[in-house]
């Protein structure tokens, strides 16, 4: 499969921006998926994953209440609702793909298939 990042961009202290990932090649339904994201000099930091159907859904204590993973597999996209953003927020978010359909797995390992990231910054 291959993933496709899309939305990012530059806001202000307390707007709302909406990530997209495209897949292609594989059916998003193939996968559980995850958000996740790296600020400059940082590792990745875990944001949301969501299951092959939705059912199952977890998001970092960080971004909780504020941003909300979403997914609509008959048109192979991948969702990140991202409201009252913070300048802590900025980073480049990358989407990632698990073969194991049934979690929402918060571990980079647990992702094969990783897309090109979209940068969001945010100014205070």
């Known amino acids: 499969v291959q993933l496709q990042a899309s939305g990012g961009g530059l806001v202000q202290t307390g707007d709302s921006l909406t990530l997209s990932c495209a897949a292609s090649?594989?059916?998003?339904?193939?996968?559980?998926m995850g958000w996740f994201r790296q600020a400059a000099g940082k590792a990745y930091e875990f944001v949301a994953a969501?299951?092959?159907?939705?059912?199952?859904?977890s998001v970092a204590d960080s971004v909780k209440g504020r941003f909300t993973i979403s997914r609509i597999n008959g048109q192979n996209t991948l969702y990140l609702q991202m409201n009252n953003l913070k300048p802590e927020d900025a980073a480049i978010y990358s989407c990632?793909?698990?073969?194991?359909?049934?979690?929402?797995?918060?571990?980079?390992?647990?992702?094969?298939?990783w897309g090109q990231g979209t940068q969001v910054t945010v100014s205070s």
């Open positions: 990632a793909a698990n073969p194991t359909r049934f979690v929402s797995s918060r571990s980079t390992a647990a992702y094969n298939y």
């Open positions: 090649g594989r059916p998003l339904s193939d996968y559980s």
């Open positions: 969501i299951s092959w159907d939705g059912a199952a859904s």
